[in-house]
């Protein structure tokens, strides 16, 4: 069940966030217009979860074995997939252990 407190618009931004990194900054600049604290939430989350993806796999993308990058993707997939469910459902998930983090570190880029 939706939140009544959330606009359209907001869920919207929030599920752009999502998409892709280009699709967390579309969503930054969507947002600017419409201060949504479910879109402003959710994007800090999805910017963090491309970030850490970018991060952690350039890191071990030089291991070409699928065993050692499989679980990576697989990691990152399901962290997406958490944020991305909370989005379309209207809920405050944060990422567990990291996502408290990606709301205090992303606070002045996406206020």
């Known amino acids: 069940m939706t939140n009544p407190g959330i606009s359209k618009q907001g869920k919207i931004n929030a599920i752009v966030a999502y998409l892709t990194f280009v699709g967390a900054l579309?969503?930054?600049?969507?947002?600017?217009?419409?201060?949504?604290?479910?879109?402003?939430?959710?994007?800090?989350?999805?910017?963090?979860?491309?970030?850490?993806?970018?991060?952690?796999?350039l890191t071990v993308s030089g291991f070409n074995e699928?065993?050692?990058?499989?679980?990576?993707?697989?990691?990152?997939?399901?962290?997406w997939f958490y944020g991305f469910i909370g989005a379309i459902s209207g809920n405050y998930n944060l990422i567990p252990i990291i996502g408290k983090y990606f709301q205090n570190w992303f606070n002045k880029i996406v206020p």
Do not use: C
């Open 26 to 57: 579309i969503a930054i600049f969507m947002n600017i217009d419409e201060k949504s604290k479910f879109a402003t939430f959710h994007i800090r989350q999805a910017v963090g979860i491309h970030l850490f993806q970018i991060a952690v796999l």
């Open 66 to 79: 699928l065993y050692v990058v499989l679980p990576f993707w697989i990691f990152f997939f399901i962290l």
